[in-house]
């Protein structure tokens, strides 16, 4: 019991892990590395044409997919990390998350990371389009939150091309649609306003309380990547990015305050 304890408590740490290209961006709100395995895990559900054993696969996977990074944190190009170090760093985090856990169901577990880090099966080649779509919708999302269209254009740019899937394709495409038809659909109404949440949460004129401003957020962020790119053209010591991100959080709630 103390094992599966311990790991349901890293399961938990991915609940409060960001998404660390959202923060660099300067984007309000950033969701959790759990969110998004939350609705990798939905999409899987949703898909159309695929057999129940491989829905089920495709869950799983999108399950267990990133859970690493409650351990490692989510590791970006800025972390000056080269991607044969960050799959190092993610096995070994694995290895000791599943060994908390009962032999059959640790195995199971690690299995299913390596088949979606290997992609060689239709199921792992199919939930890695459905991180690139989610990545995307929620991208989608915050240029709606923030009434800042196309500011994440390069995410946009960067990853639509690289859905190879017939099915999350079509899902693709009718996102872009929307996209560029300036708001389609409208984002669902703010559930927290539906209890008691509305008097703790917002002010008087409903301004959400607990947000940082975008604009520091944005400038922070942008002071982070240059240094980062400055220290990568010099003979100076490596920038510890973790350190770097938790100034830049600590400062923003200072400003605040």
């Not at 309000?28 to 159309?48: F, G, Q």
């Not at 409903?206 to 957020?217: A, E, V």
Request: proline share 2%.
């Amino acid at each position: 019991m103390d094992g599966l304890l311990e790991f349901l408590l890293y399961v938990g740490q991915a609940k409060r892990t960001f998404r660390t290209g959202w923060v660099l961006r300067g984007v309000e709100k950033v969701e959790s590395v759990a969110d998004h395995m939350y609705r990798m895990a939905v999409m899987s559900l949703l898909l159309p044409t695929v057999n129940e054993e491989s829905k089920v696969r495709c869950m799983k996977l999108a399950l267990v997919h990133d859970l690493a990074e409650s351990v490692v944190g989510d590791l970006t190009e800025y972390d000056g990390v080269p991607k044969t170090e960050k799959h190092r760093r993610e096995s070994e985090a694995m290895l000791y998350l599943t060994s908390l856990l009962p032999a059959d169901v640790g195995r199971e577990i690690f299995s299913l990371f390596n088949e979606y880090s290997d992609q060689k099966t239709n199921e792992a080649n199919l939930v890695k389009d459905l991180d690139i779509f989610d990545m995307l919708l929620q991208a989608y999302e915050y240029e709606k939150i923030q009434c800042d269209e196309k500011f994440l254009e390069d995410f946009f740019q960067g990853s639509a091309n690289k859905v190879k899937t017939n099915i999350v394709q079509k899902w693709l495409e009718q996102l872009l649609k929307c996209r560029s038809s300036g708001g389609q659909f409208q984002l669902p109404a703010d559930s927290n306003l539906n209890t008691m949440l509305k008097h703790v949460l917002y002010d008087e004129q409903g301004t959400f309380l607990y947000k940082y401003p975008s604009s520091d957020l944005r400038e922070k962020s942008n002071n982070f990547i240059s240094n980062k790119t400055k220290n990568e053209n010099s003979t100076t010591s490596p920038v510890d990015t973790n350190e770097l991100l938790t100034n830049l959080v600590k400062d923003i709630k200072h400003l605040n305050n």
